[in-house]
């Protein structure tokens, strides 16, 4: 199963942009690469997922490097709102019994 | 639209107890799954179901038990609680496709569990 590895923790001044870097060296070539946040002790939150491509929602946008080894988060515009722990994950398995593994996430806080 | 609905929200057990986390959803997934996550930790999985009548251990199964008689309800069991289960359980749910995709995975507020 792919690991990944996050920065424990990072900060980032209101209204500039956030960028949570993950490594993911061992993923394979069917393996998603999500993003969650956990905002407190809340259920994590989806908030952007890619295979190749670089994706962008309202959220974030996700940058996935060429050769898929590691992947950012960029969240554009932080607001004190986005202080969370963010979970850089990759989906194992294969068929229907895929599942997630958690790793520590890096803890984000915004400041003024 | 309820989305993953978790019960009780708190709970306060004694040693040796048994209760049942229950979870719902109403999104017609198949894919359902139980985490705890201990404090300033990730969440781990304990048990998972990949559609009713089949469920399937996790990575910290031990102390727990699960069932799936019907697609929409999947609970945790605690047969005899000890004070190392104290946590923080989330229950998950996703559709599955026939091959591994990148499907969302929705979670519960999760339920809060002490053991005394």
Redesign the interface.
């Known amino acids: 199963d792919a690991k990944t590895t996050q920065p424990p923790s990072m900060d980032c001044a209101e209204g500039r942009a956030a960028n949570l870097p993950c490594n993911h060296s061992t993923i394979s070539g069917?393996?998603?690469v999500?993003w969650y946040r956990q905002i407190h002790?809340?259920?994590?939150?989806?908030i952007i997922?890619?295979?190749k491509n670089n994706e962008t929602n309202e959220m974030a946008s996700l940058i996935i490097t060429e050769d898929r080894k590691s992947s950012t988060l960029i969240l554009p515009h932080a607001t004190l709102r986005d202080t969370a722990v963010y979970?850089c994950i990759v989906?194992v398995?294969?068929?229907?019994?895929?599942?997630?593994?958690?790793?520590?996430?890096t803890r984000l806080q915004v400041t003024l | 639209n309820a989305g993953?609905t978790q019960t009780p929200k708190f709970q306060v057990l004694k040693t040796g107890q048994s209760m049942t986390l229950q979870c719902a959803q109403d999104m017609n997934h198949?894919?359902m799954?139980w985490?705890r996550?201990d404090p300033?930790?990730?969440?781990?999985?304990i048990h998972?179901s990949?559609?009713a009548g089949i469920t399937?251990q996790?990575?910290v199964p031990n102390g727990y038990n699960v069932s799936r008689s019907t697609t929409e309800d999947f609970p945790l069991r605690l047969l005899s609680a000890a004070p190392s289960q104290t946590s923080?359980y989330?229950c998950?749910s996703s559709y599955?496709?026939?091959?591994?995709?990148?499907n969302?995975?929705?979670?519960?507020?999760?339920s809060?569990l002490t053991v005394v």
Not at chain 2, 40 to 45: C, E, Q
Not at chain 2, 96 to 102: E, K, L, Q, Y
Not at chain 2, 104 to 110: L, P, V
């Open positions: 069917n393996e998603y999500y002790s809340q259920g994590p939150q989806y997922h890619g295979l979970y989906r398995g294969v068929g229907t019994a895929s599942k997630l593994t958690f790793g520590t996430g | 993953v198949e894919y799954s985490y996550q300033g930790m990730g969440l781990r999985l998972y990949v559609g399937d996790g990575e923080v989330f998950a599955s496709g026939v091959t591994d995709s990148g969302t995975i929705y979670f519960g507020e999760g809060w």
